[in-house]
């Protein structure tokens, strides 16, 4: 049973680019999350997918932005690149429902340097 | 808001000593509890959770129980080994906030053989 898979594991980009981080989530699950976890710190909560919708969303500008794909695969697009914005980010799957059991597998990340 | 508060780091301890990592919480409603780990260059591994009040939650020699009335979730082991050496993250989830977690800062754990 796969677990939650991330691609690419590294990137390097530089300020201004655009880029896109792909996240699998582990099967059986039809919710996607992604956070950002800067140096040092406690991840932070970015926005979640369900149903191919933007579901909720934490305090990011608009620069970030996602998609999810039918087969719940989702990417994060991140515009207009800062320095600010490297980090590690972090992609987890749920199973949405009452009857889940509140638990979010998360993936092994993509570290992304901005130069 | 909802928030996750636990105690600041580095912790370094000898190889068998006992561990403790206190965690607070403040949540609107009844939330999920957790304890993540983070190894050096790692994504997040699930350590343990506990769902409801008194509930404890175990695995790998690791312990923490939910307690409602301090809103608290130490991490606790009673006999730590080098391969604990890790970043552990406390952290919530709340049903009516679809299950995203709010994690606190971490605290790294350093063991010395």
């Known amino acids: 049973d796969a677990g939650v898979t991330q691609s690419p594991t590294h990137l390097i980009k530089t300020r201004g680019q655009q880029v896109t981080l792909r996240c699998s989530p582990k099967?059986?699950?039809?919710?996607v999350s992604w956070y950002q976890q800067a140096l040092g710190q406690g991840p932070q909560f970015i926005f979640q997918?369900?149903?191919?919708?933007?579901?909720q969303r934490g305090n990011f500008p608009d620069r970030f932005s996602g998609h999810q794909f039918p087969n719940y695969s989702s990417e994060l697009n991140v515009n207009a690149l800062l320095l600010g914005d490297s980090a590690l980010y972090l992609c987890?799957?749920?199973?949405?429902?009452?009857?889940?059991?509140?638990?979010?597998?998360f993936g092994a990340g993509t570290r992304l340097s901005v130069l | 808001g909802d928030s996750v508060t636990q105690m600041e780091g580095p912790v370094t301890l000898s190889e068998e000593a006992f561990l403790t990592i206190n965690c607070t919480y403040t949540?609107?409603?009844?939330?999920?509890l957790f304890w993540y780990v983070q190894y050096p260059g790692e994504g997040l591994q699930l350590l343990l959770k506990?769902?409801?009040?008194?509930d404890k939650g175990s695995n790998k020699g690791f312990e923490a129980t939910y307690r409602k009335e301090t809103t608290s979730f130490h991490l606790e082991k009673g006999s730590v080994q080098v391969s604990d050496s890790a970043v552990y993250f406390c952290?919530?989830?709340?049903?009516?906030?679809?299950?995203?977690?709010?994690f606190g800062p971490g605290t790294s754990l350093s063991v010395i053989p």
């Open positions: 997918y369900y149903e191919e919708e933007e579901r």
């Open positions: 506990a769902t409801k009040a008194d």
């Open positions: 949540a609107t409603g009844y939330p999920s």
């Open positions: 952290a919530l989830s709340l049903k009516t906030s679809y299950d995203k977690v709010i």
């Open positions: 987890a799957s749920s199973l949405a429902g009452r009857g889940s059991k509140n638990i979010q597998y």
């Open positions: 099967s059986g699950h039809d919710t």
